[in-house]
């Protein structure tokens, strides 16, 4: 399984970070395709950078309906129809199909250009795609949310989207090889609904994890990197990075 971080920012524009995506990939030589995980305004400039193909991106995930995680997919959906690929398989939350209803309605001339199939999805479900098992993890933000844990080739991966730390997606963490978390600001802010250092090893310590890769960082957090990363390396004993836009980890 190949994972490549497509955009570790936010909302607010930084020079080296576009908004929240990541592709996982089972394998190329398998003949699957990659999959999307969120896809933000600035992801399908990364997608073109990564080198993967746009049309060969039919099957997304959104972790919630926040603009900084789905900016991008109507641009997908156009530049692929472009490209002369119609199809679109869509998964995230409750209220994605009234979303893409909505978000179509507002372009029409778009209404005819894609084929989709939508999954709305909970916690606790499960579903296999381009040879990834995908299992939704509850998560707390300020919209239905979910995180992702993404099983392939013997090695997981679990995906936060926007959260709060909470307890099931710690649970989920127990012996995965890597976790990639939110870490939206550092411990000098106070916030609800997304995490910092510190809120995150709090629940976390003594969790078995293989590898610890933050993401969705703010401007904020620029200059506290180091000590962002301590505290979680102390609370977990894993190596622990910042991760940054176009990382490719190999697992
Ligand atoms: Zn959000
Ligand atoms: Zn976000």
């Known amino acids: 399984m190949k994972i490549i971080l497509l955009g570790t920012g936010v909302a607010i524009p930084q020079k080296d970070r576009v908004q929240s995506g990541l592709i996982v990939d089972a394998g190329s030589d398998k003949k ?10 600035g992801v399908l400039q990364r997608i073109y950078q ?3 193909r746009h049309t060969n991106i039919t099957n997304v995930f959104l972790s919630h309906l926040h603009l900084d995680h789905c900016g991008d997919l109507l641009a997908l959906v156009k530049a692929n129809w472009l ?10 939350p409750v209220g994605t199909g009234q979303w893409l209803d909505d978000l179509l309605a507002a372009y029409p001339y778009m ?9 709305e999805l909970d916690s606790g479900q499960v579903v296999e795609v381009e040879g990834l098992e995908v299992e939704c993890v509850h998560t707390v933000h300020a919209l239905p949310s979910l995180g992702f844990k ?6 997981t991966m679990l995906y936060s989207g926007d959260t709060e730390p909470v307890d099931d997606i710690v649970k989920a963490s127990v012996g995965v090889d890597l976790l990639i978390h939110e870490c939206s600001f550092p411990d000098t802010f106070e916030v609800t609904n997304h995490t910092t250092p510190g809120t995150l090893a709090d629940k976390i310590e003594g969790t078995p994890i293989g590898h610890i890769v933050l993401t969705h960082l703010y401007p904020q957090t620029r200059g506290f990197e ?3 990363v301590k505290v979680l390396a102390e609370a977990c004993g894993c190596p622990v990075e910042i991760g940054y836009d176009l990382q490719i980890i190999d697992m």
């Not at 490209?83 to 995230?92: A, M, R, Y």
């Not at 005819?112 to 999954?119: L, Y």
């Not at 993404?150 to 090695?155: A, I, L, N, P, W």
Request: proline share 2%; charged share 20%; with cysteine.
């Open 50 to 52: 990564s080198g993967y």
């Open 150 to 155: 993404v099983t392939s080739g013997g090695k």
């Open 83 to 92: 490209c002369d690929t119609t199809e679109l398989n869509l998964w995230g």
């Open 111 to 119: 209404q005819d250009k894609v084929d989709t199939r939508i999954t």
């Open 32 to 41: 699957y395709n990659p999959v999307l995980f969120d896809c933000g305004c």
């Open 226 to 228: 180091a000590g962002m």
